[in-house]
């Protein structure tokens, strides 16, 4: 069977198999110009190039040529907002999805030129938030080859991010050692955090907050208690019960207290690299300028303060209630209204609120292959 389709693959003429036929009017056609031309200051490559075929197809008045180079200038623009161009290794290890994976971009194509939705269609594939277009009119007017590739390659980590940022998340960006609370395209807060060391670095991925542990239990993983717990255990075991380790049928925890590693608080978000934001007792480290001091997990400045934060539509959560459960020592859950999306990424750039941009050291070496399109409009890779 499986040979008599491949036999049929290639005796069907390839009308058969090709893309949907797409028909452009000069009115449309010259609305993608103006996505390719612009999609220089996007930071991707081929678009003037593209344009200028398309340009002198209308010259000719060559119809059939025109809806063929349309076409196709349209599907590669439209894959290219959706994956990027010129920073494609850097996505190793990036484990949030965009949500545009499965769309049918021919289709999706094909259906705004007969609804006449050009601008509608590429501005839905477009990243839409506010950091986005702020780095991208940096990338426009940045002359600076390094930066502009810096630049390049955090506009395509944002296109690896979801289009739509609706209600309220939390972005946490390892780079800037920072995390911050967002209801659709306003901050709401922001607040220091510290991330996994160089050896240990923060994973890129997304979950879901479903609630907050106040005076939470520590269950302490297995390469830690190989690392240190184990042998301080076995070998100091007064020590180890002052600092609150308890095992049980081989199960190594930390009791809430002034010593537990999650400090006061940690947020329920189920994920598979174990990984959370939590507080911690050793608030001196927020001194310091590069934060790489955990061995995966994000460390909160004022966690009890983002507690507060994510509670706040709770009245009988605001901060008082808060601290005063914390000072009460006893373990207790708190379940958000609805589960909130919250995104650990790594950005090495983001507007600073005044016009400009602030660039983060790039402590996880992920930039090494950064570059941008080049005077011509081509990647360099």
Known sequence: MKILLACLAIILPSAAIAAPVVHWNEGQAARLIEWLEASRDDALSGGDQDA??????????????????????????MRAH?????????????????????????????????????????????????YYFALRAAYASERDPERKATLAANLDRWRWMPREFSGRYLLVNTAAFEASLWQG?????????????????????????????????????????????????????????????????????????????????????????????HDTPSQSLFARDVRTFSHGCVRVGDALGLAASLLSSMPQWDRKHVDAAVASGKTQTVSLPAPMPVYVAYFTAEPDGAGGVRYFPDVYKRDGNATAPDDNGRCTQ
Not at 104 to 122: G, H, L, P, S
Not at 248 to 277: C, D, F, I, S, W
């Open 52 to 77: 200028g075929q398309i340009r002198a197809a209308m010259a000719r008045s060559d119809q059939a040529q025109l809806d063929e180079l349309a076409t196709a200038s349209a599907i590669r623009l």
């Open 82 to 130: 959706r994956d990027g161009c010129c920073n494609a290794a850097l996505r190793d290890g990036w484990h949030i999805d965009n949500g545009l994976s499965r769309i049918d971009i021919a289709q999706r194509v094909a259906d705004a030129v007969a609804a006449d939705r050009i601008d509608e269609m590429f501005g839905q594939m477009r990243p839409r938030h506010p």
């Open 185 to 277: 395209q306003t901050e709401l807060g922001r607040w220091q955090i510290i991330v996994g060391k160089t050896g240990s670095p923060t994973p890129i991925f997304s979950a879901k907050v479903t609630g907050v542990i106040l005076n939470p239990w520590w269950e302490i993983p297995t390469s830690i208690v190989r690392e240190s717990v184990g042998k301080l255990v076995a070998t100091r075991p007064a020590e180890a019960a002052r600092r609150g380790y308890v095992v049980e049928e081989g199960r190594y925890r930390q009791r809430p207290g002034p010593n537990n590693a999650l400090g006061r608080m940690k947020l329920v978000m189920p994920n598979p690299y174990t990984v959370y934001l």
